[in-house]
């Protein structure tokens, strides 16, 4: 896929395609998914209406996680095969995956505060989620920090890589450790989702439509660094026979 798109034209025009089809598709489903999850979902039995929080809150996890497994792998991708597209990749994702992962954050605070009775604890789920938020930002001051691009991207890629050590970590925590607060899986599960339908459809259409607005994000961003990247080269090449 990476090779296919490498070549700036052929990425141009898919780009052309998938990024307002990737757009009205979010909007749609992230609109449909918040009618059904605002008003017709039953309330919870425990809970309330605070249970609602959760059609932002595992959505914006999932895509926390699953962004930076992508970015490790275009890093994966760059540091063996030099890939220029896949650093493109890595470089647009981690920002995205930054605002999903704190927007999970804050959601898991304000839904912990009347569930948990306190916004904060030092849960294994919950600090492995902020180690992994601080790995994007960790990512993005690293290759602000260093100059040189080659460099910079080299060792963003080294990075990345190893951060995703840190996703088993989010999603089996629960699993690993006694005495955690955060609940268990209730969507993944080798047994089927332990949810009702009324509630996994809206939270079904808003993470399909999170992750088309992350995509869309993604391929924006990837479209408009390669510009960037042409605009610069036109310059350079300007400069050079003046």
């Known amino acids: 896929m990476f090779t296919y798109l490498a070549n700036p034209q052929r990425f141009e025009r898919f780009a052309c395609i998938a990024i307002p089809v990737c757009g009205w598709g ?20 425990f809970q309330g209406d605070t249970i609602r929080i959760m059609y932002v809150h595992v959505p914006s996890a999932w895509l926390g996680l699953s962004l930076y497994f992508g970015m490790g792998i ?6 063996i095969w030099r890939h220029n597209l896949a650093d493109v990749a890595a470089v647009a994702i981690a920002p995205v995956g930054a605002v999903f992962a704190a927007l999970c954050l804050a959601t898991g605070a304000i839904w912990g505060q009347p569930t ?27 290759r602000a920090a260093i100059e040189d691009d080659r460099l910079a991207a080299r060792s963003g890629a080294i990075l990345a890589m190893v951060g995703v050590i840190n996703i088993p970590i989010v ?3 629960v699993d690993w450790w006694d005495g955690i607060l955060h609940q268990g899986a ?4 080798a047994d089927g989702p ?49």
């Open 116 to 142: 948990w009775g306190t916004w904060w604890v030092w849960d294994a789920r919950l600090t492995s989620m902020l180690i992994q938020f601080l790995l994007f930002l960790g990512y993005m001051a690293l």
């Open 26 to 45: 979010a909007l749609v489903l992230i609109a449909v998914g918040l009618w059904f999850g605002l008003f017709n979902s039953p309330v919870d039995r």
């Open 194 to 242: 332990s949810i009702h339908g009324s509630q996994l459809l809206p939270l079904s259409l808003m993470a399909l439509g999170f992750t088309l607005l992350a995509t869309w994000m993604i391929l924006y961003r990837m479209r408009t660094a390669i510009m960037s990247r042409k605009a610069d080269n036109l310059q350079r090449l300007r400069e050079a026979k003046a």
């Open 186 to 189: 209730t969507v993944f599960r």
């Open 171 to 173: 999603r089996f925590s």
């Open 74 to 79: 275009a890093s994966f991708i760059y540091f």
